[in-house]
Structure formats: structure tokens, C-alpha cells
């Protein structure tokens, strides 16, 4: 198979093994318009039954509550915002408005859930069938004029507002981190220490399977190959940002969802990123982050995010990673010398 082939994007789970099967409980949920499995080893089926199902509870609530276009909590934050009135918002969604902001101020601004108001414009709030259309370019440059932010947002305990005009936030970009890590959250709680959650190919892993690493598979933005295998270590997130998820067409141009906001266009250097990190959350914002920093910008921005692991495919194909993430790639008989190493050492 040619390397060409084997590009890296979003990541599958490999198949597992088969030992001790009768504490192996698998579960598909379908949840924030993707499938979640859910692959746990209990020793105790109670405390399985439990946490899944206080797992499932979890996520019927969690697409209504933090989609800001829908009538959920931030849908009424994004509300107040435009009406310059404070809302009061639950301590769950405060920190995660408070995660999202200290992110986009590390990321230097290329990840900013203020940027609702542009994916609104672009039309990737909703599926809005096939005739799309990019927007006015005049649009763009009256968001552009205003350019507000999630650093515009006033966090004081649960009370939040804030005196931008026009502001607008969209979690899209960071709430799947968080919906999978209040899932391990979950599963610990009740005494499980060995799972794995996959969210549509983003993925966080607790403990082991029979002793041995769960392994995930790096798969490949346009082909369906798999670049290579990575072992996730206890509490460890993988996630990927692609320009495939969502998109549309225009005079042969790929407009997809990950919008540049300094130039109001979604970024067009990069195909997928995926990113190693410590939590789902980071995880999620880093590899969105990363997609839009760009050549040349992401290896800075990854380190400011704390970000060490990382596998950037370019718009040719091209991949590169840190020294870290190509050190933990297992690359089958695939030719790893391909991969550019750039980067972080630190
Ligand atoms: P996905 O969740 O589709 O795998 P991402 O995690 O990269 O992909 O999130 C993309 C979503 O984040 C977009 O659909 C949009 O809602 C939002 N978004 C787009 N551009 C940005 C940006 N620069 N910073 C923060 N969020 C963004
Ligand atoms: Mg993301």
C-alpha cells in the first residue's frame, strides 16, 4: 500500500482482544449525532448496569443543554448575550465556558468558541441540505469589524455575560471532550477503571484491557487506511479535527466547518489533525486549534497548550508530527520515514 494511502486522521478502535470475555461489557448509545461504544471490563455487572446507565442519562440531556442554536442552557446563555443581559448558568457549564476561554487564550486565539456568529453565517450550524452557498463576502467582513470572542465573556461564579456586541458561543469544537470525559468521570465513580470510550473516533481510555494497553488506530482523512497504532495510557485522550466531517462544495473549493477567525474562511492548509492529550477536553480544543494555526504555527501552539503529542496530514498530503507522537506510532510494515518530525521535544 503507498504511504499516500496511509495519511493519519481521525482514529478507530482497533479490535480488541478477546481474554476474560464475561467482564467485558461493550455498549453503542447514539448520542450528539455520532455513535459512542463504550467498551468497559467490570468486575462487578452492577456497577456496570449503573454507570451506564447514569451514562446514558448523561448524554440524552447533553446535545440539548450545550447546542447554541437548540433550547437548551446555552442556547438561553447566547440569549442574554445578545440581549447585554447576565444569565445564570450551572456550575458544569460556567467551568466549561471557563476551560474553553483559558484554551482559546493559550491556542493565541485560533481556537475561540466566540466564533458562533461566523459558523452561523457559514450555514454549519445546521444541515442545511445541498445547495450551499458561501456567504457574503460583506457579511464576513462586518463579523471581522466586530470580531467578538470568548475572551469578551465575564465569568463571576455562575453569572455570565458579557458587553460585546454580537456575541455568540458555539462549543462545537470543545463539547465532545467534555461529554467523553464527564463519561469517564462517570465510569470511575462507580468503580470501573478499565474502559474506553470512542465518540465517533475521538476517544478516551481508563486503565487496561487484561493488562495490556488499549490500542487505537490513526486512520487516514480521504482513504480508508490506517497510518498507524498508538497505545493509550491510563486517563489518556485522542482526538481529531478533520476538513471531511463537514462540508460542502463551491467552484471545486472544500468550505468545511474549522473556521480561521482572523480570516473569517475555514482553514485550508491542513486535512486532520490528531492530537494525544492528558483529558478530553484539551484534547478536543487542541486538535481544533492546531487545524487552524496551520503550517509553520501549530508546533508553538501546541506546546503553549500543552499539547506534546500530535499528527498534522497537510492539504497535499504531506504528514508531519513531534518527535513524541512518531516515537508512539507503531507503524505495521507502513514506512514511517515519511512522517516529518517537527516540533515539540519539551
Ligand atoms: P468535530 O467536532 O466536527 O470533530 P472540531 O472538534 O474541530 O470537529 O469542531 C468543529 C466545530 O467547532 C465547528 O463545527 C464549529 O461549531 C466550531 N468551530 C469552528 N471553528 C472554530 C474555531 N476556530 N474555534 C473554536 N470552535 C470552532
Ligand atoms: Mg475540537
Not at 467582513?141 to 461564579?157: K, N, S
Not at 480508508?224 to 467552484?251: K, N, P
Request: proline fraction near 4%; glycine fraction near 12%; include cysteine.
Amino acid at each position: 500500500m503507498a504511504l499516500r494511502t496511509l495519511v493519519a486522521a481521525s482514529v478507530a478502535l482497533l479490535a480488541a482482544c478477546a481474554a476474560d470475555e464475561d467482564r467485558v461489557v461493550e455498549q453503542r448509545l447514539l448520542a450528539m449525532g455520532t455513535q459512542v461504544d463504550i467498551t468497559l471490563a467490570a468486575a462487578d455487572p452492577d456497577a456496570a448496569r449503573d454507570a451506564l446507565a447514569e451514562i446514558e442519562t448523561m448524554l440524552s440531556g447533553y446535545e440539548r443543554d450545550y447546542y447554541a442554536w437548540g433550547d437548551g442552557e446555552l442556547a438561553r446563555l447566547n440569549a442574554g448575550l445578545q440581549e447585554g443581559r447576565p444569565v445564570e448558568v450551572s456550575a458544569e457549564l460556567a467551568e466549561l465556558l471557563e476551560a474553553a476561554r483559558r484554551l482559546s487564550e493559550q491556542s493565541g486565539g485560533v481556537f475561540d468558541p466566540g466564533v458562533g456568529a461566523l459558523v452561523e453565517l457559514w450555514g454549519f450550524h445546521a444541515d442545511t441540505g445541498a445547495e450551499r452557498q458561501p456567504p457574503d463576502p460583506a457579511a464576513i467582513d462586518a463579523w471581522l469589524a466586530v470580531r467578538p470572542g470568548i475572551a469578551d465573556l465575564t465569568i463571576g461564579g455562575s453569572l455570565v455575560g458579557t458587553d460585546a456586541d454580537g456575541l455568540l458561543i458555539d462549543l462545537g469544537g470543545i463539547a465532545k471532550g467534555d461529554a467523553v470525559d464527564r463519561m469517564i468521570r462517570i465510569l470511575r465513580r462507580n468503580g470501573i477503571d478499565d474502559a474506553i470510550v470512542n465518540a465517533g473516533g475521538d476517544l478516551r481510555a481508563i486503565g487496561s484491557r487484561d493488562g495490556r494497553a488499549w490500542r487505537i488506530g490513526i486512520q487516514s482523512p480521504r482513504a480508508a487506511a490506517i497510518l498507524g497504532a498508538v497505545e493509550l495510557g491510563d486517563g489518556e485522550a485522542a482526538f481529531t479535527s478533520g476538513d471531511y466531517e463537514r462540508y460542502f462544495d463551491h467552484e471545486g473549493e472544500r468550505l468545511h466547518h474549522i473556521l480561521d477567525p482572523t480570516t473569517g474562511y475555514p482553514a485550508t492548509h491542513t486535512r486532520a489533525i490528531s492530537v494525544i492529550a492528558a483529558d478530553g477536553v484539551t484534547a478536543d480544543a487542541a486538535a481544533t486549534a492546531l487545524f487552524v494555526a496551520g503550517p509553520g504555527r501549530w508546533p508553538d501552539v501546541a506546546r503553549a497548550m500543552g499539547v506534546r503529542h500530535v499528527l498534522r496530514v497537510d492539504a497535499s498530503g504531506r504528514i508531519e508530527a513531534t518527535r513524541q507522537m512518531r516515537d508512539r506510532l507503531e507503524l505495521g510494515d507502513s514506512p514511517g520515514a515519511d512522517i516529518i518530525v517537527v516540533g515539540s521535544e519539551g
